[in-house]
C-alpha cells in the first residue's frame, strides 16, 4: 500500500506515498489521491505528513480535495520530507492549484514551497503544465532539487522539462 519508498541514512526514518486507509486511520481506502506518510522504525509509529484529501490537518473533515501528495522522499539525515501536491496552502505563498515541490521539517511540522520562482511569484500556468517530478534532498535538508518544465529562472527559458535546485538557506 505504500509507493516511493525512501529511508535516513540511520534507518530510523521511512517516508512513503500511499492511499491506504490503514496508514491514516481514517476509514477510507483512497483510489485516486494518495498522501505522505513519515514511518518512525524506533517506535513503531506512523505520523501523516499529507493527508489524501490535502489537508494538513488529519482531524478535519475531508474538503481540500486537491490530491494530498506524491513522490515523497525523505532527507538522509531524517529531518524533513520533500514531496509534490497540489494544495493551495501547503506552503507559505501558494495562492493557486499548480503543482508545488513542498518540504516539512520534521521538528516543527512547517511546510515551506521551493517550487518557487526567482522573482518569489507563484506559478501560474495551470496545474497540467506545472508537473513536478522526482523531488530530493540533500542529506541535511538544505538543498532541494526537482525536475519542472516551468521557467522558475524568469529569463524567458522555452517550455521543457529540466532540474532545478534550490538553496533552503539562501
Known amino acids: 500500500t505504500g509507493s516511493t519508498p525512501s529511508i ?6 521511512i517516508c512513503y506515498t ?5 496508514a491514516f486511520g481514517i476509514g477510507v481506502f483512497y483510489t485516486n489521491d494518495a498522501g505522505i506518510v513519515l514511518h518512525d522504525s524506533l517506535t513503531g509509529t506512523n505520523t501523516t505528513v499529507l493527508s489524501p ?16 501528495g506524491y513522490y515523497g522522499s525523505m532527507s ?3 529531518s524533513a520530507v520533500i514531496f509534490t501536491t497540489r ?7 501558494d ?5 508545488d515541490a ?7 511540522g512547517a511546510f515551506e514551497r521551493v517550487s518557487v520562482p526567482t522573482s518569489g ?16 534532498l540533500s542529506h541535511d535538508a538544505r538543498f532541494a532539487v526537482f525536475a519542472s518544465p516551468q521557467d522558475l529562472s524568469g529569463t524567458g527559458l522555452p517550455y521543457g522539462m529540466r532540474a532545478w535546485i534550490r538553496d533552503r538557506e539562501a
Request: aromatic content about 8%.
Open 8 to 13: 535516513s541514512a540511520d534507518g530510523r526514518w
Open 18 to 22: 500511499s492511499r491506504s486507509e490503514e
Open 53 to 68: 484529501d490535502g489537508n494538513p490537518d488529519t482531524e478535519a473533515e475531508p474538503s481540500y480535495g486537491y490530491g494530498g
Open 76 to 78: 538522509g539525515d531524517g
Open 87 to 93: 494544495v493551495p496552502d501547503a506552503g507559505n505563498g
Open 95 to 99: 495562492a493557486g492549484d499548480d503543482n
Open 102 to 108: 513542498v518540504v516539512w521539517t520534521r521538528a516543527t
Open 121 to 136: 511569484a507563484d506559478v501560474t500556468h495551470g496545474w497540467q503544465d506545472s508537473t513536478l517530478l522526482t523531488p530530493r
